[in-house]
């Protein structure tokens, strides 16, 4: 189904052309000043100098054209030359039936869907998640849904960082604390234990005391870094240790990541990669890309319009051993080998961006990725706490995830507890889904690259430009729904029919913009902006609510239109939730 402004833009080409004029002049875009209009066009102040004439006298010419239109209720043209458009309220109405007979709502599918793979999540094995962390799961996890609802084949991976020296503590904390363990033993050559030699609580008191102490100590430092090296060059009895290490984390990270309504396609890692990297090393040697400066391996990736250094992509250490650099380009090969991906989005801290700039050039330029493959770095900003400075725990430590989201669900069961609509069984549940709307809502209304605030009480309140206040709407929604049922109304063909005041005009215009800022959102990569709609939505639905008997309604057919509004205001609602990553409870 075409969105509304690609069907008028269609009609003012018509008009233009009819004028006398080029119909690349008949851009229309929402109006700026919605008092006054609520589509505009402003091609006749464009077409000015061309035809010699005052955009005034163009915008007239073209209008005249328009009159007849069954789109528009009035056509007017405003100096010096705007085209301002209000829509019949006839066409609003019919649009918006068709809309609830489609199931994206209008939104067309691409008619070649791309393979699209998004990085993102990327925790870091064994070490506790932290903030950081949370941005790039709840972005992430947006714009796949968005790219998975225009039709597109997406996956997801989740890029583990599980391959480094703080695998290399681990195992030599484990070392000292439980020498006995067979895989210290170096004749050992029978089956190592199915069972892990610790649980994940002790697992996260391990990394921790360990990379504490090798900061003191520079002998058990050493050890570390050789534990490393050997678990990366296939040494048996680490590569066990290693085994257990992942499976222990993993499940606890799946454990974690389902509660933020985060799944991942893929849960590789960049052990994952390790086996692409001695061909792709000798690659870029044979190819005359690689260079050694001072013992490391490295490939030039400045450019000549640079006007900042882009230092050389590092290969290969002096000693051997494989960098972040290394493991990136050996994921794409993995990637280009496995799935072809047209585009490939990492959704990482915008602080990597050089890493990204470097690994992106030097796959472009060595061939490791096609020319036509769109490489893609979607890098976020930090958030702060209310001292806007990097989130802190109230002790001043690095705030760790789970600690996060329980603080924010007891705010919420304390809200939800005073508003008493749900049980007490109920509440903490709900209290749960409300939670992570607040957090995902309040980090996904930012646009993506800035820094925001991360504000418990403001993300939690029920008003304001919040989560919880969207899913407050919603809810209420529901209720009248269920009310009219009680009342012996049925929901099954309902119609809308064309808005007697503005309250509902405003809130159908709302509504039957969805596919066209879907467009925009999908086009930019733009969570933010799908939030801006639905506050604007839900905002514009409560108006309607409380100016407009729904339920007491006299006139059957005016009350059954305005419950199929509802029905279909609820449906984008909870279309743009879910692609935002959250849901809404029954009652809160
Ligand atoms: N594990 C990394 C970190 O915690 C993020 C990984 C991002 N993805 C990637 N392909 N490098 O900083």
Redesign the pocket.
Known sequence: MKTLLELITIEMRDAFVKAGYDEELAKVTLSNRPDLCEYQCNGAMAGAKRYQKAPFMIAEGVAAHLQDSEYFESVDVVKPGFINLKLAPQCVAAYLNEMSGEEKLGVEEESSPKMIMI??????VAKPLHV??LR?AIIGESVKRIMRFKGNRVIGDI???DWGYQMGLIITELKKRRPELPYFDEDFDGEYPKEAPFTIGELEEIYPTASAYAKENEEYREEALHATYLLQNGYRGYRAVWDHIMNVSVTDLKKNYERLNVEFDLWKG?ADAQKYIPDMVQMLKDKGFARYDEGALVVDVQEETDNKEVPPCMILKSDGAAL?DT??LA?LVERERDYRPDEVI????KR?EM??TQ?FRCAKKTGIVRPETDLQFLGFGTMNGKDGKPFKTREGGVMRLENLIREINEEMYKKIMDNRTVEDGEAERTAQIVGLAAVKYGDLSNQASKDYIFDVDRFTSFEGNTGPYILYTIVRIKSILAKYQENGGSLENLMMRPAENNYEKALMLQVLKFNDVFEAVYEETAPHKLCAYIYELANEFNKFYHETKILSEEDGQKRSGYIALLMLAKRVLETCIDLLGFEAPERM
Not at 119 to 124: F, H, I, K, L, W
Not at 346 to 349: E, G, I, K, S
Request: proline share 4%.
């Open positions: 990085d993102y999540g990327g925790p870091n950081g962390h790039s890029h583990l960082g960049e972040y493991t990136d994921t990492y959704v990482v801290d990597q890493h990204f690994v």
